[in-house]
Every structure is written in C-alpha cells, then in structure tokens.
Nanobody
Framework: VQLQASGGGLVQAGGSLRLSCARS????????MGWFRQAPGKEREFVAR???????????EYADSVKGRFTISRDNDMRMVYLQMNSLEPDDTAVYYC????????WGQGTQVTVSS
C-alpha cells in the first residue's frame, strides 16, 4: 500500500486548504484512512479518520481541535481521501500526513501546511 498526499501550502489565518491522499496498491473491502499532523517540536497527533466500504461510510472521527472546521471525505472509486480545512488558524501549521488503516501501518510522505497570522 502506498499513500501520496498533496495540497498543502501557505494560507492566511481564516483561509482554507484542501488536502488529498491517493491510495494505491492492494485493494481492500473496507478502508480506514486518516490524517495526522506534526508541528515543529511536537509529537504527531491525530486529526481525522474515515472508514468506509463501497458507498457506505461507517464512521468519521475528528480531533476536538478541528471539529467544525475540518471535514474528511472520500472518493471510493478513486480510493482518495480529502481533508477540507476551513477557518485555518496559526496553530494548524504542521506537516500533515495521511495514514492507513487504524492503527496506521502505512504513511504518506507528508505535506506542509503553513498558516500565517
């Protein structure tokens, strides 16, 4: 399984970004994919997770710090997961990693998100 993350960048506080993660390799009947982030000098932390099979989404989960601002979604046909990030804050600055499944066995390469104040 390989994960390829993209979509990071520099944005002002209050702005939005959309991250994408493409999954390739061995297919699965059920997918669990998520996003983690690591800020400078801090440990990697959970951001959001989604589980699905075909058209059915089993659950989504969010860290308290991003609830109401971030939305995780998937495109089953493309085996893609997205993280729509709105109302971004400087504390959201980090390298964002996509991961699969739960607990993660596979990690994407990370994409930098920088939010300026």
């Amino acid at each position: 399984v390989q994960l390829q993350a993209s979509g990071g960048g520099l944005v002002q506080a209050g702005g939005s970004l959309r991250l994408s993660c493409a999954r390739s390799g061995r297919p699965s009947s059920t997918y669990v994919m998520g996003w983690f982030r690591q800020a400078p000098g801090k440990e990697r932390e959970f951001v959001a997770r989604i589980s699905w099979s075909g058209d059915k989404v089993y659950y989504v989960e969010y860290a308290d710090s991003v609830k109401g601002r971030f939305t995780i979604s998937r495109d089953n046909d493309m085996r893609m997961v997205y993280l729509q990030m709105n109302s971004l804050e400087p504390d959201d600055t980090a390298v964002y990693y996509c991961a699969a499944p739960h607990p993660p066995l596979y990690w994407g390469q990370g994409t930098q998100v920088t939010v300026s104040s």
